[in-house]
């Protein structure tokens, strides 16, 4: 049975006129009488009493009327909610994210953009390194991942959210923490560095580590640990000094200095990264409300 059959039905049984009925279909009478004709036969029963005066509704017919304004107020909710889903208005949207990146201003912004444009969207977040993020956007367990820089498999795209300055991290008491003038590379290779460990699998290490090696130098790391909290903790106790990315240096630690950096390439990125199958209408509205927020700014810096 087509819908439209039920809609004819409906719009007879409420105007009780077939050319009434047809006026508001839209459609000619003699159609309309016709299509009704085809319902009872299909039905095997007759829905109206037609005389030359009146039309009325059988008792099969006021019984089929509340059944069939049922199935198109149900058919209407469906086609509403499918609809809504497939503009991303509901549904879900699940996103990695690095310790560091709601230290910045970049993603809380998009987030509350995101969640004022699309609130019933079933936002789920997840606090997850660079490298633990890669699996789950390729089996589909997440959507969008926010992350520092990473070797990412041909299936996975990114694009630059934030470029922002390395900073050197010293202890308040260290005669570095005296300097005026920033700091270079070169002047910090020798210190005893607190860093993060290879089990970490954060990409700020291979960054780490490309920029000294491209200076020929090679840092003395004498602890490894798995947080940026515990990098900060341990150089407030003077256990040595850190890079870390300047939005960092939000986290304020007693006889803990950030001081700025001489070299022009100690700069850490923020990549939004997704797999490179068709997204999620979610995932597009997401990614649209982020490029929404860097737009007015010169944080962007697309990736090929």
């Known amino acids: 049975m087509e819908l ?4 004819y039905f409906v719009a007879v049984a409420e ?10 279909l839209g459609i000619s009478q003699p159609p309309l009488s016709q299509q009704i004709r085809s319902l009872e036969a299909e039905l095997e029963t007759p829905l109206f009493l037609r005389t030359n005066r009146r039309v009325e509704l059988t008792d099969a017919g006021a019984l089929f009327l509340a059944e069939a304004r049922e199935i198109l107020q149900r058919t209407e909710r469906a086609s509403r909610r499918v609809t809504r889903l497939g503009r991303g208005e509901t549904g879900q949207l699940r996103i990695g994210f690095t310790t560091s990146v709601p230290l910045t201003a970049t993603l809380p912004r998009a987030l509350m953009g995101y969640r004022q444009r699309f609130p019933e969207v079933d936002l789920r977040m ?3 390194n660079s490298q633990r993020q890669i699996t789950p956007l390729l089996e589909n367990e997440l959507d969008i991942g926010i992350m520092r ?12 959210l934030i470029r922002e300055p390395l900073v050197a991290v010293v202890n308040a008491q260290d005669a ?24 970490a699998g954060t990409g700020l290490l291979e960054q780490f580590q490309v920029l000294f090696a491209r200076r020929g130098l090679t840092p003395n790391v004498v602890q490894e640990v798995g947080g940026p909290n515990t990098i900060i903790s341990l150089v407030a106790s003077g256990l040595g000094v850190s890079l870390l990315p300047a939005s960092f240096r939000h986290i304020q630690i007693d006889n803990v200095r950030y001081l700025p ?4 390439d100690a700069v850490s990125e923020v990549w939004l990264t997704h797999a490179r199958r068709q997204l999620s209408p979610q995932a597009t509205n997401f990614i649209e409300q982020v490029q929404s ?8 810096d697309p990736r090929p």
């Open 4 to 7: 439209r059959y039920l809609r």
């Open 15 to 24: 105007e009780l006129h077939f050319g009434r009925a047809a006026a508001r």
């Open 126 to 128: 997840h606090e997850l």
């Open 149 to 160: 820089p990473a070797t990412l498999p041909e299936a996975l795209e990114a694009f630059t």
């Open 176 to 199: 570095l923490a005296r300097e005026e003038t920033p700091l270079s590379l070169e002047a910090l290779a020798n210190q005893p560095f607190v860093y993060f460990s290879p089990a």
């Open 261 to 264: 950096l001489s070299d022009a």
């Open 293 to 300: 927020v860097i737009a007015g700014s010169d944080a962007l």
